[in-house]
């Protein structure tokens, strides 16, 4: 197979940034594309005729598994499963909020473990799957302003290393893409980055069509991990080592609003 003969592949969270421009990388070499989206944008849908779009949350683990069985009931279940929907807020500040941190986990853990469960349960049809997880490097290091986001990283991280080992030599390959800065939405939340880190991003990140090509060749593959763009590396080791040389460097934000509840331990 070559990088966009993978015959079928469904996608989550198509509506923009990696997921958008997976759809287009694949619909442009002729791949049957099930886009799984939480709603519904009506320009994508006329854009992509031939695409079959599916509306479902992927944090609701009933609805998810309802669309696997649907689609293995029909012989549609596709080669390639790109789990890619993920949010990311910012949170690691006084101003937590429990729900907030949970919907990051629903998000992006359970976003993903919602299609695993089904797919490992479904009898085996001689069809190899690919499960690729579309993870992030901050999983090594921390986010300093997302805690729910680094959580789910690393939570999603501990399951794929498990999978994959478990997995191997079987139908089920389970791979993960630990990405680095790439421009979409998620990285331009330059309001709420400070100066340093979104000129720092800037330098170190990765232009979209160049990250589609390197995730959908990893696809055709049976590797585990996909470390993309290489070039971010530094960053992240640069981090990590900020991390062990400055005490507090990660110690999270401490906002006015937070002071004003909390009473300073003398
Ligand atoms: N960009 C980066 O720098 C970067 C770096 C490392 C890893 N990543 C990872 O790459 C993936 C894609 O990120 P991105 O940068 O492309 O972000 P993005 O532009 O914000 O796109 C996220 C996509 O996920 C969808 N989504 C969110 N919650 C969903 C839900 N509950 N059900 C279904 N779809 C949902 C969004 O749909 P709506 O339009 O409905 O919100 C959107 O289509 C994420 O997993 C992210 O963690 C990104």
């Known amino acids: 197979m070559t990088a966009t003969n993978a015959r079928r592949v469904l ?9 958008r421009a997976l759809l287009e990388y694949y619909a442009n070499g002729g791949a049957s594309i099930i886009c799984v989206n939480r709603r519904h944008v009506g320009e994508l849908e006329s854009q992509y005729p031939s695409v079959r779009f599916e509306y479902v949350d992927v944090r609701s683990a009933e ?6 069985r649907r689609l293995a009931a029909s012989g549609e279940l596709p080669e390639v499963f790109i789990l890619n929907a993920g949010i990311n807020r910012v949170d690691n500040d006084e101003s937590f909020q429990l729900s907030a941190y949970r919907d990051v986990i629903d998000t992006n853990l359970y976003g993903v473990l919602n299609f695993v469960q089904p797919l490992t349960e479904l009898p085996a049809d001689n069809v190899q799957r690919h499960l ?43 791979q993960q893409v630990m990405l680095g800065p790439v421009r979409t939405a998620i990285y331009t939340m330059a309001d709420k980055f400070p100066l340093w880190m979104v000129s720092l991003k800037n330098l170190f990140s990765a232009p979209l069509d160049g990250t589609v ?9 049976r ?6 763009p290489w070039r971010a590396c530094p960053l992240y080791v640069g981090m990590w080592l900020s991390q062990c040389l400055i005490p507090g460097f990660f110690r999270g934000r401490r906002t006015l609003e937070g002071k004003a509840r909390r009473v300073e331990a003398r």
């Open 11 to 19: 996608i989550t969270g198509t509506t923009s940034g990696v997921g």
């Open 63 to 68: 609805d998810v598994d309802k669309l696997v």
């Open 132 to 174: 690729v997880a579309i993870s992030s490097m901050a999983n090594y290091v921390g986010n300093p302003y997302g805690l729910g986001y680094t959580t789910s990283k690393k939570a999603l991280t501990a399951c794929f290393n498990v999978w994959s080992q478990m997995y191997a030599n079987t139908d089920l390959v389970f």
């Open 213 to 221: 090509r390197a995730i959908a060749r990893f696809a055709l593959t």
């Open 223 to 228: 590797k585990k991990k996909l470390f993309y």
